[in-house]
Each structure stands twice: as structure tokens, then as C-alpha cells.
């Protein structure tokens, strides 16, 4: 499946150019789900339609789109968790609570759009576009599947549930009664969903399409967000100038506001275009509106090639990442760097026998040295870049050696590893 997550600076029409992509897609012929993060849904801008929920609705032909519901999500887990509890909940009194009086809590967002994700990844669809929060919001939710399963497997490891024979005598020496084994298992199958979520995220099929409204705000917004686009792994296959006016404008005032715009167009050139193909829509002179409107915006920008898996080769070039998707033979093996976690393209140079080091190499353009940081924990590094952070754990051969410096290098941040003579293995 080709999944295009759209996103942007507030106000920049992310949802428009979602449905376009998604409309284009349809017209090509592929099976094409398009999931809207917004509450008002993307009724207005395929025309009107209404009544749109969270299951998947036909709306044109090969086309189905769906709206996230936070309040629904947030209504049916609290009453689920309710009923497990039932026999907690009567010991102490306390009076339950009907669906009608609740409200979602603050960021039952996030989590609707995540498991909104995780059904859409189970459906039989060629093509899926995604309309995302804006452009901050978008990369945290994107990051949260990674970090929710880390702390699911720090609070509740699975060697725990092993051990479940042994949990009355544990809580008999310990004094405290130990985790009940329906809470390891409502555990395993949060792991579960968020896996299939973070494992979307991640496929190689998946791209982030960014939506811009050419001026000094939205080059800030994109400034930082390329570093948590970074860190995150999280490839961009376009960058979309939207409401570009007319360069020939008559009027002053228009000619004056579309050179401004045409600057910075240039300027986003030269800062992304080597990385992020520029792919300007013109301002219409009305908000688009229905599918010959989407059609218009889809061809104007070459968006219909963008949905095409094809394509992701010239993508993957473009951004360099072919250059490294071999990352070597396997470390452990006693051959060189093995393959860099999760998919990223993060890369291992061997040069042990040089300087006696490997060099983890984290490609962070436009990243400034002062924004980076860089802490060892155990077998996990703790990155921040800007005001983003990730944990990332080891591969098996640098936790056997200590970090012995890092420096921010022609937009490569490259940490060097020391081998420990006790824990690496001996060469005969």
C-alpha cells in the first residue's frame, strides 16, 4: 500500500491538496482511502459531502473517505476499561458511568488518529492519503507509536508475564501485590496495534508530503520541522508551494505580494530542492471546491505521479537515501556494520582498522551544532535536535563499545565508538 501522510503549517490548504492526491489516485485507477485528521472532515472540499464518520465511505468512484472521531474512539476505550474494572469498581462503589456523559479528554485526538491508522493499515487499499494535524503536531503524533512501546516494555516487560507462576510468592516477599495478568495482556495488545502503526509509519511505501504557503513563517515552521523530519526517519517525497499568485498580475498590490512569494520560492529551492521536489499549485482565485476543482490542483502540481509507488525510487535518489540503503554486512558476524534501527537511513562506518573507531553517521541537514545534543543510557542513545527527542537503541555491536566523541559535519552528525577490548570479540 502507498501511503501519503499530508501535513503543513496551519492555514497552508494540507487538507485540499490531500484530497487532490487522493482524487488523482482514484482517477488512476487504485483503490484510494482518504483519512481526515480534521473534525470538519474533507466534506466541504469534495464537494459538499456530509455524514462522513469513521468508517470508510465510498465517494466518488475508487475513492472512500473517513473522518477521525475522537469522541467515539475516547467513548468505547473508556467503557471497555470500565467493564474490565466492573469487579474493582463495584468493591468500592463506585457508580458507572454512561457513554452519553462523557467527553474526550485531552489528546484523545492523537490516539483516535492512531487507531485510525492501525484499521486503515488492515484494509484492502492500493492508496492511502492521509490529512494530518499541523505541521508540529503531525510529527509528534507520528513519533508517539515508537515511544508509547518503549514505555510499555519499560513498565511491563515481557519476561514479567513469564514469570507468572512465580507472582504469589514475588508478592508475598515483596510485600505488595504484583501487576494482574490482564494487565499484561491489555498491554501485549496495545504493543500490538502500535506495532502495526509504528511498522506503516515506517514502511518504505510511506512518505510525508509537506504543505506550504510561500512566506517567512512557513519557511521558519519548515526550518524546524526538517529536524524532526531527521531524527524521525520520516522521508518527504514533495514540498508543495500552495495559493501561488499569478506572476503577471496587472494589479500592484498582487504583482507586489506574488514577488514576495516568488522569492521565497527561490529561496526554498536552494534550501530543500536537492532533498524535497518543489511542486507549486497556483491560487485558483477561489477555495477549491468538488472534484473537477481537485483534478485542476492534482495535474497542476504532479501529484498523481507523486501517489505512484513507482516513483519512490526517483524519490529515494533525489534524497540521497539510495546512497545508503545498503548499510553492510552484519557486526556481529565479525564483517562490518549490520543494518541501522528501524529502518532509518542511519549508516555505520567501520574503520577499526584506521583509527581503531566505528562511526555512527545521522544524516541531520540544516541542523546547528548548538541544537544538538547527544546522552548515552545503557544500550539506548538519547538524541535531541532542536525540540525534538528520540531515544534509539544500540545495534548489538556499539553497546560493547563507549562513545568517544561526536561532531555535526556537513550535516552529518557523526558519533564515534570505541570497541571495549573485555566485551569485543577476539580475531585470531
Given at each position: 500500500m502507498r501511503t501519503v501522510l499530508v501535513t503543513g503549517p496551519g492555514g497552508a490548504g494540507r487538507t485540499t491538496v490531500a484530497a487532490a492526491t487522493a482524487v488523482a489516485a482514484a482517477r488512476r485507477g487504485d483503490r484510494t482511502l482518504l483519512l481526515c485528521a480534521d473534525p470538519a472532515g474533507p466534506g466541504a472540499v469534495l464537494g459538499g459531502t456530509a455524514g462522513l464518520g469513521a468508517e470508510p465511505a465510498e465517494v466518488?468512484?475508487?475513492?472512500?473517505?473517513?473522518?477521525?472521531?475522537?469522541?467515539?474512539?475516547?467513548?468505547?476505550?473508556?467503557?471497555?476499561?470500565?467493564?474490565?474494572?466492573?469487579?474493582?469498581?463495584?468493591?468500592?462503589?463506585?457508580?458507572?458511568?454512561?457513554?452519553?456523559?462523557?467527553?474526550?479528554?485531552?489528546?484523545?485526538?492523537?490516539f483516535a488518529l492512531l487507531q485510525a491508522?492501525?484499521?486503515?493499515?488492515?484494509?484492502?487499499?492500493?492508496?492511502?492519503?492521509?490529512?494530518?494535524?499541523?505541521?508540529?503536531?503531525?510529527?509528534?503524533?507520528?513519533?508517539?507509536?515508537?515511544?508509547?512501546?518503549?514505555?510499555?516494555?519499560?513498565?511491563?516487560?515481557?519476561?514479567?508475564?513469564?514469570?507468572?507462576?512465580?507472582?504469589?510468592?514475588?508478592?508475598?516477599?515483596?510485600?505488595?501485590?504484583?501487576?494482574?495478568?490482564?494487565?499484561?495482556?491489555?498491554?501485549?495488545?496495545?504493543?500490538?496495534?502500535?506495532?502495526?502503526?509504528?511498522?506503516?509509519?515506517?514502511?518504505?511505501?510511506?512518505?510525508?508530503?509537506?504543505?506550504a504557503e510561500p512566506g517567512p513563517a512557513a519557511g521558519d515552521a519548515l526550518r524546524v520541522a526538517r529536524d524532526g523530519l531527521s531524527l524521525y526517519g520520516l522521508r518527504v517525497d514533495a514540498l508543495v508551494p500552495n495559493k501561488v499568485l499569478p506572476a503577471d498580475s496587472s494589479d500592484a498590490w498582487l504583482a507586489t505580494l506574488a514577488a514576495q512569494q516568488q522569492k521565497c520560492l527561490d529561496e526554498w529551492g536552494k534550501e530543500y530542492g536537492s532533498a524535497w521536489p518543489l511542486r507549486p499549485v497556483?491560487?485558483?482565485?477561489?477555495?477549491?471546491?468538488?472534484?473537477?476543482?481537485?483534478?485542476?490542483?492534482?495535474?497542476?502540481?504532479?501529484?498523481?505521479?507523486?501517489?505512484?509507488?513507482?516513483?519512490?525510487?526517483?524519490?529515494?535518489?533525489?534524497?540521497?537515501?539510495?546512497?545508503?540503503?545498503?548499510?553492510?554486512?552484519?557486526?556481529?558476524?565479525?564483517?562490518?556494520?549490520?543494518?541501522?534501527?528501524?529502518?532509518?537511513?542511519?549508516?555505520?562506518?567501520?574503520?577499526?582498522?584506521?583509527?581503531?573507531?566505528?562511526?555512527?553517521?545521522?544524516?541531520?541537514?540544516?541542523?546547528?551544532?548548538?541544537d544538538v545534543g547527544l546522552i548515552r543510557r545503557g544500550d539506548e542513545l538519547l538524541l535531541t535536535v532542536g525540540p525534538f527527542h528520540r531515544m534509539v537503541p544500540l545495534e548489538a555491536a556499539l553497546r560493547r563499545c563507549t562513545v568517544s566523541g561526536a561532531a555535526l559535519t556537513d550535516g552529518v552528525l557523526k558519533v564515534r565508538f570505541t570497541p571495549e577490548p573485555g566485551l569485543w570479540p577476539r580475531t585470531p
Open positions: 466518488a468512484p475508487g475513492l472512500w473517505a473517513a473522518r477521525v472521531d475522537p469522541a467515539d474512539y475516547f467513548r468505547t476505550e473508556f467503557l471497555a476499561l470500565q467493564d474490565r474494572a466492573a469487579t474493582v469498581l463495584d468493591m468500592l462503589g463506585a457508580r458507572r458511568l454512561d457513554g452519553e456523559e462523557l467527553t474526550e479528554l485531552p489528546g484523545s485526538e492523537q491508522l492501525r484499521r486503515a493499515s488492515a484494509g484492502d487499499w492500493d492508496v492511502l492519503v492521509v490529512d494530518l494535524p499541523p505541521l508540529r503536531d503531525a510529527l509528534s503524533v507520528l513519533a508517539l507509536p515508537e515511544r508509547l512501546r518503549r514505555l510499555l516494555g519499560r513498565l511491563l516487560p515481557v519476561e514479567r508475564q513469564a514469570a507468572r507462576a512465580l507472582r504469589p510468592i514475588m508478592a508475598q516477599l515483596a510485600g505488595v501485590p504484583m501487576p494482574a495478568g490482564w494487565l499484561y495482556g491489555a498491554a501485549a495488545r496495545r504493543d500490538e496495534e502500535l506495532a502495526a502503526v509504528q511498522a506503516l509509519i515506517e514502511a518504505g511505501t510511506t512518505t510525508v508530503r509537506l504543505v497556483r491560487h485558483l482565485g477561489r477555495d477549491p471546491r468538488g472534484a473537477a476543482d481537485l483534478a485542476d490542483l492534482a495535474d497542476l502540481a504532479d501529484l498523481a505521479d507523486l501517489a505512484d509507488l513507482a516513483d519512490l525510487a526517483d524519490i529515494a535518489e533525489l534524497g540521497d537515501l539510495a546512497d545508503h540503503a545498503d548499510h553492510g554486512p552484519d557486526l556481529d558476524a565479525g564483517e562490518g556494520p549490520g543494518p541501522a534501527p528501524y529502518g532509518d537511513p542511519w549508516w555505520v562506518e567501520d574503520r577499526r582498522e584506521e583509527d581503531g573507531l566505528l562511526v555512527w553517521c545521522l544524516p541531520l541537514p540544516g541542523a546547528v551544532k548548538s
